[in-house]
């Protein structure tokens, strides 16, 4: 199966399952985000890993099925690496890459950008503790000359203004189309 049927399967299946105590299902997010990433003139591939940041959260083996999962509110599930090594098969790092930072790019401006901290929600602040806190200012150096900070930024930024209940956006299909246009050929 290609990797573009597997998403879609996988967003069938949770696409009503509430995301991390907000508003919205994780399908809702992921449109959302991926629709600011494109009202951004993001790039096919930003847009495309704004879309699947979370997917981690969708295909690992913790018990999502249960309609009120809140697994990952005690327990870091670790999505952001999950997700990179799924997407891996199927994409070029510059849609896999910002999937895989995008959880230290919260870190990183967390301690670097004052009115940061402010716009995240009490959920998004909670998990923050579980995921390691503020990075250092070792961290936000090595973080900031890591090739994929910026990108990874932009991520995190239309993921935390993807959370907004009722907002309409274009479909799961109009996004699929641009993740096709980003999609590795699988090697035969
Ligand atoms: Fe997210």
């Known amino acids: 199966m290609d990797i573009i049927t597997e998403i879609e399967q996988v967003f069938a299946k949770y696409k009503n399952i509430p995301y991390l105590g907000e508003g919205v299902t994780q399908l809702q997010h992921a449109l959302q985000s991926a629709y600011e990433a494109e009202k951004a003139r993001a ?3 930003l847009i495309t890993a704004a879309l699947l940041h979370d997917i981690g959260h969708m295909v690992h083996d ?3 099925e249960d309609p009120n999962y809140v697994g990952f509110w005690n327990q870091d599930d670790s999505h952001e690496v999950v997700g990179e ?4 098969r199927g994409f070029p790092e510059a849609v896999t890459q910002p999937v895989r930072w995008h959880v230290a790019a919260k870190r990183y401006l967390v301690a670097t950008d004052p009115e940061y901290g402010e716009i995240l929600t009490a959920a998004s602040m909670h998990v ?6 503020a990075m250092s200012p070792e961290e936000c150096a090595e973080f900031e ?4 900070a910026q990108d990874a930024i932009a991520v995190r930024r239309w993921d935390d203004i993807g959370k907004a209940t009722g907002r309409t956006t274009p479909g799961l299909e109009h996004f699929i189309k ?3 246009r980003c999609a590795r050929t699988p090697a035969q």
Do not use: V
């Open 178 to 180: 641009i993740a096709k």
């Open 128 to 133: 923050l503790q579980l995921q390691g806190g």
């Open 62 to 64: 913790l018990p999502m």
């Open 85 to 88: 090594k799924w997407l891996a």
């Open 43 to 45: 790039s096919d591939e």
């Open 145 to 148: 000359a890591m090739e994929w």
